[in-house]
């Protein structure tokens, strides 16, 4: 039996029908020459095994009597493979969009509670002749560092499969919970919150007090750290109460390039990729003719991660970043990027020791499902303006190939959640030499995903041809508001010698 952190289960209670809170992967796989009979065969031999040994994927939920607390995981001892793994034929003529919009489809589903909590689905019937294959797992069971971790391990880094990892022990028979192991195991619990929440206080007073503090060596220290990024999003079509119904879209850029980009303008990757973001959602916003004077602001996960640890748990916080979308010319908006982005990193570093992830759960499924029950019957997020427009986050991925029964992973794009108020999210993961984009959205919010997706193609290239910057080149502070309903100034475009590789 193993308890459940604050932050994991909170993920379990605000779950509804319209917002299904699990976090999943496309791969796309390049099918082996040699390889005969049924791939999802091929892969069931290959993956089962591993599956079935893994504490993590026998691992179930057992709830606590009337759902007091938070529920803990035990392990389950035998998991039906025929329930978690799957197969899905598309239809011909088996084009991208087509598996697009199915994986759009099976992200939509509640994973059910009574088994353990994920799903492997393999999708056949591509044009051309590649596979793919669909990975689902509640977020209360990780988080995106701890996913690329678990895929690291459960897939293989050459096609023969050589590195299979060693059995894990054969653990003893568990024996059925009964109501006085799981009350006896949420007091102890709640117990050790309570006592970590008490010595942490007098450090959380400090940090506060830090932050509020202004710092008469920069007269804008307060402004700079709490004020720039801190303050509610504009109103826009994505930012409404949404459905159960999710859409999907994918594409891939060069990670050489954007790094590139980044060096010539001073800029950090992170910066460069909500620029990107940020230009897509400009020219998205101003297709509609809906774009803001206002500048949009996105939601930016933080891991709370110290090097090395891959522990199955969510460590994580959000920061918010302005996105500096009513600025039109892509080079000043880049520098004020930076300095939104740099001024949200300074305040979350400072902080970080004192986030909490872990804290008492007696009483909280009853108020978090009644709130997230109560808002999304409410649709108040019609009329309350949204604290970010967009959820983006960018993990680090592995950076050789990984294979699936002997198949090649050519694509590796992430799916994420979306919430009332907010319904995009940009999840990317950077896979070898590319950067791979994930866009989940909620259907009626985001109808025609694909369009921005073409849109984060344009905005790169648009950056890519951005002149180099030399010292002297103007600083962020030149950067004006002048974007609002105007359009962006158009830019001749120079040939390149590399192109976008795009779903």
């Known amino acids: 039996m193993r308890t459940m952190s604050g932050l994991d289960g909170a993920f379990l209670h605000i779950e509804t029908e319209e917002t299904p809170m699990h976090v999943g992967a496309l791969y796309l796989l390049e099918r082996p020459a040699d390889q005969?009979?049924?791939?999802?065969?091929?892969?069931?031999?290959?993956?089962?095994?591993?599956?079935?040994?893994?504490?993590?994927?026998?691992?179930?939920?057992?709830?606590?009597?009337?759902?007091?607390?938070?529920?803990?995981?035990?392990?389950?001892?035998?998991?039906?493979?025929?329930?978690?793994?799957?197969?899905?034929?598309?239809?011909?003529?088996?084009?991208?969009?087509?598996?697009?919009?199915?994986?759009?489809?099976?992200?939509?589903?509640?994973?059910?509670?009574?088994?353990?909590?994920?799903?492997?689905?393999?999708?056949?019937?591509?044009?051309?002749?590649?596979?793919?294959?669909?990975?689902?797992?509640?977020?209360?069971?990780l988080d995106g560092a701890s996913g690329i971790a678990l895929a690291k391990?459960?897939?293989?880094?050459?096609?023969?499969?050589?590195?299979?990892?060693?059995?894990?022990?054969?653990?003893?028979?568990?024996t059925r919970q009964g109501m006085f192991d799981l009350v006896s195991a949420a007091f102890?619990?709640?117990?050790?919150?309570?006592?970590?929440?008490?010595?942490?206080l007098p450090d959380v007073v400090n940090v506060v007090s830090g932050m509020l503090k202004p710092d008469t060596a920069h007269a804008d220290h307060v402004k700079g750290k709490l004020g720039q990024?801190?303050?509610?999003?504009?109103?826009?079509?994505?930012?409404?109460?949404?459905?159960?119904?999710?859409?999907?879209?994918?594409?891939?850029?060069?990670?050489?390039?954007?790094?590139?980009?980044?060096?010539?303008?001073?800029?950090k990757l992170n910066d460069v990729v909500l620029a990107i973001c940020s230009g897509a959602l400009r020219s998205y916003l101003q297709h509609k003719h809906k774009l803001p004077r206002k500048s949009?602001?996105?939601?930016?996960?933080?891991?709370?991660?110290?090097?090395?640890?891959?522990?199955?748990?969510?460590?994580?916080?959000?920061?918010?970043?302005?996105?500096?979308?009513?600025?039109?010319?892509?080079?000043?908006?880049?520098?004020?990027?930076?300095?939104?982005?740099?001024?949200?990193?300074?305040?979350?570093?400072?902080?970080?020791?004192?986030?909490?992830?872990?804290?008492?759960?007696?009483?909280?499924?009853?108020?978090?499902g009644g709130l997230a029950s109560l808002y999304g019957y409410s649709k108040l997020a019609s009329v309350m303006p949204p604290i970010a427009n967009v959820a983006i986050s960018n993990v680090p991925g592995p950076q050789q190939p990984l294979y699936v029964a002997?198949?090649?992973?050519?694509?590796?794009?992430?799916l994420s959640i979306v919430e009332h108020g907010l319904g995009l999210n940009i999840t990317l993961v950077s896979y070898c030499d590319s950067l791979?984009?994930?866009?989940?959205?909620?259907?009626?919010?985001?109808?025609d995903v694909y369009l921005l997706a073409q849109m984060l193609n344009q905005s790169y290239e648009e950056l890519l041809q951005l002149p180099t910057e030399t010292p002297d080149t103007p600083a962020a502070n030149t950067a004006s508001n002048d974007a609002g309903a105007k359009p962006a100034v158009k830019r001749k475009r120079r040939q390149t010698t590399t192109t976008p590789t795009s779903t």
């Not at 293989?156 to 568990?174: F, L």
């Not at 999003?233 to 590139?260: D, E, M, Y």
């Not at 982005?341 to 300074?346: C, I, P, Q, T, V």
Request: net charge positive; hydrophobic share 40%.
């Open 436 to 447: 791979d984009f994930g866009l989940t959205a909620a259907s009626n919010a985001l109808p």
């Open 36 to 141: 005969r009979g049924s791939y999802f065969e091929a892969v069931k031999q290959r993956l089962a095994p591993r599956l079935a040994q893994s504490s993590f994927f026998k691992a179930r939920l057992a709830a606590m009597p009337l759902q007091f607390a938070n529920p803990v995981w035990i392990e389950d001892r035998a998991p039906n493979m025929a329930y978690h793994l799957r197969q899905v034929l598309l239809p011909k003529p088996g084009s991208m969009q087509q598996l697009q919009d199915k994986v759009g489809e099976l992200h939509s589903t509640l994973l059910d509670r009574n088994h353990p909590l994920w799903e492997v689905t393999v999708i056949d019937g591509l044009a051309s002749g590649q596979v793919a294959l669909y990975f689902k797992v509640h977020h209360a069971a």
């Open 229 to 267: 990024n801190f303050a509610f999003g504009p109103k826009t079509p994505i930012n409404v109460p949404i459905t159960g119904q999710r859409s999907f879209a994918c594409t891939s850029l060069p990670l050489a390039q954007i790094k590139q980009i980044g060096a010539r303008h001073g800029a």
């Open 406 to 414: 002997g198949a090649k992973i050519s694509g590796y794009w992430p």
């Open 188 to 200: 102890k619990q709640t117990a050790e919150q309570y006592g970590k929440l008490a010595r942490s």
């Open 296 to 368: 949009l602001i996105a939601t930016v996960p933080v891991s709370l991660r110290e090097p090395g640890n891959t522990a199955t748990t969510t460590q994580a916080t959000l920061t918010l970043v302005s996105l500096a979308s009513h600025i039109s010319d892509p080079q000043k908006r880049l520098h004020a990027i930076c300095k939104a982005a740099g001024a949200a990193k300074s305040l979350t570093q400072n902080a970080k020791t004192v986030i909490p992830t872990d804290f008492p759960s007696l009483g909280v499924p009853w108020l978090l």
């Open 153 to 174: 391990t459960l897939f293989d880094s050459d096609a023969n499969g050589s590195d299979t990892p060693a059995a894990e022990p054969a653990p003893s028979t568990p």
